[in-house]
């Protein structure tokens, strides 16, 4: 265990400082560019840089490149292929809007390392009723849950600060699971995604200084989805991602297809005149984990926030305890 601190603390500094030092550099780059979008729920004509995408995949991929120095794991390198991938995916959304199907059908694609690696297990692992194996229909577990996972992140990312905080809570609870199941090198090669998530935190939250893009929503999570299936906790990893999943099943069932957030004419959101958020009353506007809460009525966008954190909390803590009642079982 002792030898397992040194690589766990390098690569958990890289992750966060590389991605802290590199993200002021990265705003000016962008403001240069005119890369910037307008903050929808500012009352200010607030200008915001986007994407963070290359920040965050460099905090990932440098340590994990570290930590393969230290394991030389193949579940590593699919965190790294399968992760860039998805930042690619992303940039290419950022800088050209493509149609609905683009990203599901390209992070599938992107999924297929892990199968070639075979940096899998087939046994599908449930709290309480044990392992289930499914080796042929595993491999179809693996093509859909990356696009699951990465388009779920992406599509909470609507708030300033919601994505990166989201990934904080839910990748260091994923975390916290893989030490109770004794997956002791899955479980250090899991914490830089919440130190670069942490890290990015900082330039993410209330008033973000700049947006992830799809880029950086598709990275963080790709590598979480990437982590859930190369450490077999596939079904924990759904429950801390919780409130996340729940808002994408609310979208996709209200519009009943696979499309852009930007293709969506009617808002679930709306404004009042002192610029508090409040539920839309347009029925042709989608559904949304947001548009629930505000349903009690208006919040800020802080308040929004911090209600979608205490459940991402809720939902990490449901995991861990899901965890230690499988520990027990055994």
């Known amino acids: ?96 809007v493509m149609g609905g199907w683009f990203k599901p059908v390209t992070l599938a694609i992107a999924a297929l390392p892990i199968i070639f690696l075979g940096a899998y297990d087939s046994d599908l692992a449930f709290p309480l009723f044990g392992d289930v194996q499914i080796p042929l229909l595993y491999l179809g577990l693996i093509v859909f849950m990356i696009p699951i996972t990465g388009n779920t992140i992406n599509s909470i990312d609507v708030l300033n600060g919601v994505a990166s905080g989201f990934m904080v809570i839910a990748s260091f609870s994923l975390s916290i699971c893989l030490f109770i199941l004794q997956n002791y090198e899955i479980a250090i090669v899991s914490l830089p995604l919440g130190f670069v998530s942490l890290a990015f935190y900082k330039y993410h939250k209330i008033p973000s200084k700049i947006f992830p893009g799809d880029s950086g929503a598709l990275t963080f999570g790709s590598m979480y989805g990437v982590i859930a299936i190369v450490g077999g906790v596939e079904i924990i990893a759904a429950i801390a991602l919780l409130p996340a999943v729940i808002n994408s099943f609310l979208f996709l069932s209200s519009v009943k297809r696979v499309v852009e957030h930007r293709q969506i004419k009617g808002k679930p959101v709306e404004h009042t005149d002192d610029f508090k958020l409040k539920a839309t009353n347009d029925k042709t506007a989608p559904v949304t984990l947001v548009r629930l809460i505000l349903a009690g009525g208006p919040l800020t966008e802080k308040q929004v926030g911090y209600s979608i954190f205490k459940l991402a909390i809720f939902s990490g803590a449901l995991a861990i305890i899901s965890t230690i009642m499988m520990v027990v079982s055994i």
């Open 1 to 96: 265990m002792i030898e397992l601190i040194i690589p766990a603390v390098i690569s958990c500094l890289l992750a966060f400082f590389v991605v802290y030092f590199t993200i002021p550099p990265l705003i000016k780059i962008l403001a240069k560019k005119n890369y910037a979008v307008k903050d929808m729920n500012k009352k200010e004509n607030v200008m915001i840089v986007r994407p963070g995408g290359p920040s965050i995949i460099l905090g990932i991929v440098v340590s994990e490149i570290v930590l393969y120095g230290f394991f030389q794991l193949n579940e590593i390198l699919a965190i790294i292929i399968t992760t860039t991938a998805a930042f690619v995916i992303g940039y290419v959304d950022d800088r050209k």
